[in-house]
C-alpha cells in the first residue's frame, strides 16, 4: 500500500509540474503589458520600465521562468547579487529557513510564494485565503447533497430496475445534467427566493456573510441553500447513473447469487456486498466532480451573489490580474491532485486489485 502511494504522490507531482510549465508560457506570451495597466495607458515609459524591471518583465522568458520555479518552491536559491539569475531577496517570502549559506549563494526553506496582484499590491496568496472559505462551504454543501442523495436515489433505481420508480429516476437525473446551471440558478432563485419566498423564507441573493446594523457581521446559513442545490444538480445526476449502473453489474455478479444462496439479507447483500463493490467509480465522480465544484461555479456565484473564487477568478480576468489568475489555476490544479490521490487511495482500500494493478 505504501508503495502505490507513493506512485501516486509521483504521478501527481508530474501532473502539477506540466501544469506550472504550460500556465507560465501560456501567460508569457499573451499580448499584454502589466505595467501599463497598473499604471495606465498615458504612463511614460521611465515608468513603464521601471514597473517590468520590478516584476522581472524585462528579464528573457527562460529567467522569468527559473524565478516562477524559484518562487514557487519550497525550497529556493539565490544569489547575494543583483547580477545573477535570482534577487537575493528573501523579505517577499516572509518566515524562511535557512538550509545553506555559501559565500555568493543560500538555500532556504519557505512557504510557496505566488506573487503580488497587479491591481491592488496584495499577495495573492492571501487574496485566495480571502474567498476560499465561502467556496468551500458551498462546494462541500453541493458535493454532499449530490452524494447523498445520489446514492439513496441510484441504490433504489437499481433495486426497482425497468419499474416506474427507476424510469422517473433516470428522468429526473437526465433533467440535471441537460439543463445548464446558469439556466437552473435563474429559474431557482426567481421561484423559490421571489415567487416562494413567503414560504421558503429565502433569498434571491446573499453571501454566506451578512452585514448587520446591530449584529455586525452575521453568518446566513439560509442563502447556502439555493446555490447548494443548484451546484449539486449535475453531480447528483451523474452519481445517480454511476451508482446505478455499478450496482447493477455488481448484483449480478457470481458472489452476490452465493450470498443469495447462503441465506443473507437483502440488506446484508445489498449494503455489506453490493454497495462496497460498486462504490469505486463513484467515489473517483465524487472527487472529480468536488475538484470541480472547489474550482468556483462562475455563473452560480454571480448569479446567487456568493462572493466565492469563481468571482475572483472573474475579476482577475477582466483586470488582466495575471499573478492572481496563476494563483488560481495552480491552487485548483493542487486541489484536482490531492483529491484524485485520496480517491486513488480510498479506491486501492475497497478494492485491493487496484493497487497490485
Do not use: C
Not at 538550509?99 to 549563494?105: D, T
Amino acid at each position: 500500500m505504501i508503495n502505490y502511494f507513493i506512485r501516486r504522490l509521483i504521478n501527481g507531482f508530474l501532473v502539477l509540474t506540466g501544469v506550472v510549465v504550460v500556465i507560465f508560457f501560456l501567460f508569457t506570451i499573451l499580448p499584454a503589458d502589466p505595467a501599463r495597466m497598473m499604471l495606465g495607458q498615458r504612463a511614460d515609459s521611465a515608468s513603464v520600465a521601471l514597473i517590468n524591471k520590478d516584476l522581472g518583465l524585462d528579464l528573457p522568458a527562460i529567467l522569468q521562468f527559473g524565478r516562477f520555479i524559484n518562487d514557487l518552491s519550497p525550497i529556493s536559491f539565490f544569489n547575494k547579487n543583483e547580477n545573477g539569475s535570482f534577487f537575493f531577496d528573501t523579505t517577499k517570502y516572509g518566515a524562511t529557513i535557512t538550509l545553506l549559506n555559501l559565500e555568493n549563494s543560500k538555500v532556504v526553506l519557505k512557504s510557496p510564494y505566488l506573487r503580488r496582484s497587479y491591481q491592488n499590491k496584495k499577495n495573492v496568496s492571501s487574496i485566495i485565503l480571502e474567498k476560499l472559505p465561502d467556496t468551500v462551504v458551498l462546494a462541500f454543501a453541493a458535493i454532499l447533497f449530490a452524494t447523498v442523495l445520489g446514492l439513496i436515489l441510484g441504490i433504489l433505481a437499481a433495486l426497482k430496475k425497468d419499474s416506474a420508480t427507476d424510469k422517473l429516476i433516470l428522468l429526473l437525473s437526465l433533467s440535471g445534467v441537460s439543463v445548464p446551471s446558469f439556466f437552473a440558478s435563474i429559474i431557482f432563485a426567481w421561484l423559490f427566493g421571489y415567487v416562494l419566498t413567503g414560504f421558503t423564507g429565502l433569498n434571491m441573493t446573499g453571501g454566506l456573510y451578512e452585514m448587520s446594523a446591530f449584529n455586525g457581521t452575521y453568518i446566513e446559513w439560509k442563502n447556502l441553500i439555493l446555490p447548494a442545490v443548484v451546484l449539486g444538480l449535475r453531480p447528483l445526476a451523474i452519481i445517480v447513473q454511476l451508482t446505478r449502473s455499478s450496482m447493477l453489474d455488481v448484483l449480478s455478479q457470481d458472489f452476490i447469487r452465493t450470498a443469495r444462496a447462503k441465506g443473507l439479507s437483502s440488506n446484508v447483500i445489498v449494503y455489506k456486498h453490493a454497495l462496497r463493490n460498486a462504490l469505486n467509480p463513484v467515489i473517483t465522480s465524487i472527487s472529480g466532480w468536488l475538484g470541480s465544484l472547489l474550482a468556483g461555479a462562475v455563473f452560480i456565484e454571480f448569479i446567487f451573489g456568493w462572493n466565492g473564487i469563481g468571482k475572483l477568478t472573474v475579476n482577475a480576468l477582466e483586470n488582466y490580474d495575471l499573478p492572481v489568475v496563476t494563483g488560481i489555476v495552480l491552487f485548483i490544479s493542487l486541489i484536482f491532485i490531492a483529491l484524485n490521490i485520496l480517491a486513488d487511495i480510498i479506491n486501492g482500500m475497497l478494492d485491493p486489485r487496484i493497487r497490485l494493478n
